[in-house]
Nanobody
């Protein structure tokens, strides 16, 4: 089964930027939609951004205009460029597919935005 490894998180001041990367151990080409999710302390996991196999994207209202998702089916990677970060973006970020059942969740990558 495909394994997912997220990286790129860190501590950043409000207004700063981070680029997250998700590396899959196998092909993601057949996955219709890949997405980034996040989970803040005490809150449920939420979908932040998704991208289809042909590049169609969608975003949660809270990140629209600030985050950009991309995928490389040749390298089996999914990235999330996060700009104009806000303290409320603080969470552990995960990638996974949207349909076909979740793959095993990776360890995630912590993003902390200080005010």
């Amino acid at each position: 089964q495909v394994q997912l490894v997220e990286s790129g998180g860190g501590l950043v001041q409000a207004g700063g930027s981070l680029r997250l990367s998700c590396a899959a151990s196998g092909s993601i080409r057949g996955f219709l939609v890949m997405a980034w999710y996040r989970q803040a302390p005490g809150k449920e996991r939420e979908l932040v951004a998704g991208i289809s196999s042909i590049g169609t994207t969608n975003y949660a209202d809270s990140v629209k205009g600030r985050f950009t998702i991309s995928r490389d089916n040749n390298k089996n990677t999914v990235a999330l460029q996060m700009n104009s970060l806000k303290p409320e973006d603080t969470a552990v970020y995960y990638c996974n597919r949207v349909s076909g059942g979740y793959l095993p969740w990776g360890q995630g990558t912590q993003v902390t935005v200080s005010s």
